[in-house]
């Protein structure tokens, strides 16, 4: 039961190159977001998804798209990265309906050069 | 958008000591979570206090609730080494089961 994972954990970019930061989770829950942290900063809500099939923009969506996969799995994809985009992306399920109380995965911390 | 504002912003006491940390926020909530995230790490959930609570324990762990200032304050006593680490506070003012974050308090247990 590994909970949230997520791949890679780290990577280098140069900018205007794309991948695809992906995240799975084990705990059948419905709701699941993404993330980024920069350096001394709270927690910033790019995308989430309440359940399969659909999707929201969060606080920072720019640059940024996602795809829920299935239940388990929630992919971020950055299309042309730029240095701006430099962060920490965290990847969260929800774990209480009644307390909004959320699970992490580890990070994969991104560098767009 | 972010609505809790934690302070202190970084907090460097010695082992043994207690530490407190504050949180406020702007709109009614249901309940207020405290994070601790280690350097490095993912979030993890500490505890969590409904809006009818004023006080809750755990371990060393002390959380209050003034919802009438709309704040809250984490104490940590008998700090150890290993509660180096940065702590968020959260709400659940947002929909759809979002949580509203603070921009976290940093603290460093000198040995």
């Known amino acids: 039961n590994a909970g949230v994972t997520q791949t890679p954990k780290f990577q280098v970019l140069k900018t205007g190159q794309s991948m695809t930061l992906q995240c799975a989770q084990d705990?059948?829950?419905?709701?699941m977001y993404w993330y980024r942290q920069d350096p001394g900063m709270g927690l910033r809500l790019i995308y989430y998804?309440?359940?399969?099939?659909?999707?929201d923009k969060g606080e920072v969506p720019n640059g940024y798209n996602v795809s829920r996969l299935n239940k388990r799995e929630f992919s971020l994809r950055l299309e042309s990265a730029a240095p701006s985009q430099t962060s920490v992306y965290f990847c969260?399920?929800?774990?209480?309906?009644?307390?909004?109380?959320?699970?992490f995965g580890p990070g994969t911390r991104l560098t767009v050069t | 958008s972010q609505q809790g504002e934690e302070d202190p912003q970084a907090l460097s006491i010695q082992e043994g000591e207690n530490a407190t940390m504050n949180c406020s926020y702007k709109t009614s909530i249901n309940n207020l979570q405290w994070y601790r995230q280690n350097s490095g790490r993912g979030l993890v959930h500490l505890i969590l206090i409904r809006s009818n609570e004023r006080e809750k324990h755990s371990g060393r762990l002390r959380v209050t609730l003034d919802t009438s200032k709309k704040s809250s304050s984490l104490l940590i006593t008998a700090s150890r080494a290993a509660d180096t680490a940065s702590y968020f506070c959260?709400?659940?003012?947002?929909?759809?089961?979002?949580?509203?974050w603070g921009a976290g308090t940093k603290l460093i247990i000198k040995p």
């Open positions: 959260a709400t659940d003012a947002g929909s759809n089961y979002q949580l509203i």
């Open positions: 705990m059948n829950h419905n709701s």
């Open positions: 998804s309440a359940s399969e099939g659909t999707t």
């Open positions: 969260a399920t929800l774990r209480g309906l009644a307390t909004y109380e959320q699970y």
